[in-house]
């Protein structure tokens, strides 16, 4: 008995509506007109803030995770005392 590998329906309508959708993406990002904004300085200071508050919680992980393994290592190193 010979087994048939078929193509759902559903494949079929991806591979067919996949270079549509990439396509309307690639128009879409290339057809837009200049934005005439600026960043005003409290756009500068939310982002210096986002950077700092970033780096003291990287810091702090960086910290527990040391004393995490201070804390394994040393345990090999301690021994146990007779009671």
Known sequence: MKMRHSVS????????????????????????????????????????????????GAMVIGKLYLRRATDFFRGFSRRRRPE
């Open 9 to 56: 329906r559903h494949s079929r309508t991806v591979r067919l509506v996949e270079p549509f959708a990439l396509g309307a993406i690639f128009m879409a990002a290339f057809a837009a007109s200049p934005a005439f904004a600026y960043l005003d300085p409290g756009t500068g200071s939310m982002l210096l803030q986002l950077m700092l508050g970033g780096l003291a």
